[in-house]
């Protein structure tokens, strides 16, 4: 399955709603990365969680829906979350199986 070029490639976190940004950059550059095949990675803070996304359109407008499975601290985790593309920007929400739930922005590099 393929996914839009304009949701592939890496993404720059640049704020999260729960986590500041030296946070978000604890370990690496936090950010989010899709494939051509709508596999990929998103990665801050010690979060490092592969992901399998398609888009999907809600309520007349396209968005990438992902579900997730990793790891954070060492401990495994999962969820889902989505992501809208409006030019050079993404934003989107993210949600911990039973956790934590953030909006997100992130800029294409």
Request: glycine letters at 14%.
């Amino acid at each position: 399955m393929q996914i839009e070029k304009s949701y592939t490639g890496k993404w720059r976190i640049s704020d999260m709603e729960l986590w500041d940004q030296e946070f978000v950059d604890l370990i690496e550059a936090g950010h989010l990365t899709f494939n051509d095949d709508g596999t990929g990675t998103i990665i801050f803070g010690a979060v490092n969680v592969v992901v399998d996304g398609r888009v999907e359109s809600v309520n007349g407008a396209e968005r990438l829906e992902f579900s997730f499975a990793g790891g954070d601290e060492g401990e495994f985790v999962c969820g889902r979350g989505w992501a809208h593309v409006s030019g050079p920007n993404m934003s989107g929400n993210i949600y911990f199986h039973r956790g934590d739930v953030s909006t997100f922005t992130a800029e294409k590099k």
